[in-house]
């Protein structure tokens, strides 16, 4: 297997994300129509950070039936024409992710693209200040973009990246979460009570033991009485903290198999987790990691908080 690309971008990782964010391109909003349901703490929308946009576009509307709608910025036009900066993946017409050409080295190796996932705010002034004094460093300030509201970009004291987003349209409903969507993210970190101290302090998380894996290391991260994310230890010693995305899909083994067609890797190989659910860990044609889950049951069950916090 290759050097793992799971968890390699820590610091250096953050301060590439620098610089790409003051693009105005037009972003989808949350709701269409606006709504008024709160769910802070819901991971709720994600961005790939890329060198290669038009590889990305490919890689997901060819693994995932998704589609891309590019947009970007006025203010980038040259007289060379126009630069793409952005662009909107949907699935089934639903806006799900977004794809950001970052500025820098274009290196699937050597400067991998990312994924960021964002967590709902209801005030992200007051949440950029609590980040802060729990020991976290914003990296990205916040910025209001039209039609989407206010976003920045964080990270916790082990450098491991997080977007959050104040909606001008409210947050995404609570719902079963169908093949084609975000349905888990998942902290992995050296010290994994340490990083959920920090959560509930700087995001107003309630903190429960993982009761599905049972193991005292593991916790899930609980907002509004459902859980929103997991914590895990890392999983082998030379990996970083980060944060991993998860997506469900209807089979597993079918989707797997078009990875490498489409300039991907298979990081890790299917895996059988609770349930009889299984999952793959992918990196893209640009590096990007993220994971692809067969989840058997209703991710609302999955997602019910059954325990009090245990912090």
Known sequence: MQVRPLFRWAVAGAALLTGVLTSQAALPAL?????????????????????????????????????????????????????RDYSVLSDHGVPVAGLVQRSGPVSKTEHPARWIGYVAVPDLKASLKAVKAAGGKVVSPARRVPDRGQQAIVTDPEEAVVGLIQSSSGDVADADTVSGRWMWFELYSAHSKTAGDFYQKALGYQVGPDTESKKPDHFVLIAGGQNRAGISPLPYDDAKPDWLGFIRVDDLDATVGKVAGLGGEVIDAQKTAEEGSRYAIIADSTGGVFGLVQFEGSTESMTAAKTPASQ
């Open 31 to 83: 709701n269409q129509p606006s709504s008024a349901t709160s769910n802070p703490g819901k991971f709720e929308w994600a961005d790939l950070f890329t060198g290669d946009l038009t590889s990305a576009e490919q890689f997901y509307t060819g693994l995932l039936g998704w589609t891309a709608s590019s947009t970007s910025d006025p203010k980038s036009y040259s007289k060379a024409g126009s630069r």
